[in-house]
């Protein structure tokens, strides 16, 4: 079936570390592929996204490359920030009917100063 | 502008009550979610609608019913609650396919059920 499976958490860094957060994903046919966020007592919000192959998706500093060799769309920050700690969820969305979002079991991400 | 809202932002049941939480947008969305989240299993679909007047069945739909008799709203109903119900809520919108799609997600409401 589809599915998306990220690194578990938490994960800490120092303030200025580097970050990848890993994302795979199983699905049927070409999905759409999303990194969403979520701030503490917020809901989600979408951080970036790519809709084909070898697309990147950038915003805020971070990045993801579309893979499709290795169904695989790692998060990457070069130097994250203390106001970068929160849930990140990876996700994929089938080309079918409603849109339906599937994601990830997220990764919280704290960051110390 | 709004976006998307929920109401209400907590509530505590005791086990066999019944509920209803509310969801609203603002955006013209056709389509609308609801998921619960819950630690370590991300956000579970439970129903979602295509357009008013109708809804369908997602992920995790057992002890849930909801409607969509306006277009802008989008409520999700526990019958009679169980404390496997305990969970945060989300609902969450977004315009027919294409290209550019996202969805867009309420604040959340957060449930315990005794």
């Known amino acids: 079936g589809n599915s998306v499976t990220q690194m578990e958490g938490p994960v800490t860094l120092s303030e200025e570390a580097f970050l990848t957060i890993n994302c795979t994903y199983t699905?049927?046919?070409?999905?759409?592929l999303f990194w969403y966020v979520q701030y503490p007592g917020e809901g989600l919000q979408l951080l970036l996204k790519a809709t084909k192959a070898d697309d990147k998706g950038s915003n805020k500093g971070f990045e993801a490359t579309y893979r499709k060799e290795t169904t695989s769309f790692h998060l990457e920050k070069g130097s994250v920030q203390v106001s970068d700690s929160a849930v990140y969820f990876c996700?994929?969305?089938?080309?079918?009917?409603?849109?339906?979002?599937?994601f990830g079991s997220g990764t919280r991400l704290s960051i110390r100063p | 502008n709004a976006g998307v809202t929920q109401t209400p932002k907590f509530r505590v049941l005791k086990t066999g009550q019944s509920m209803t939480l509310l969801c609203a947008q603002d955006?013209?969305?056709?389509?609308m979610y609801w998921y619960r989240q819950d630690p370590g299993m991300g956000l579970r679909l439970i129903h979602y609608s295509v357009g008013e007047g109708t809804t369908a069945k997602g992920e995790v739909p057992d002890g849930y019913n909801v409607s969509r008799l306006k277009k802008q709203n989008f409520l999700l109903g526990l019958e009679s609650a169980a404390p496997s119900q305990t969970s945060v809520y989300f609902c969450?919108?977004?315009?027919?396919?294409?290209?550019?799609?996202?969805?867009?997600f309420g604040p959340g409401t957060r449930l315990t059920v005794t």
């Open positions: 996700a994929l969305r089938l080309d079918s009917s409603a849109s339906k979002i599937i």
């Open positions: 699905a049927t046919g070409y999905p759409s």
């Open positions: 969450a919108s977004g315009l027919r396919g294409g290209s550019s799609y996202e969805q867009y």
């Open positions: 955006m013209n969305h056709e389509y």
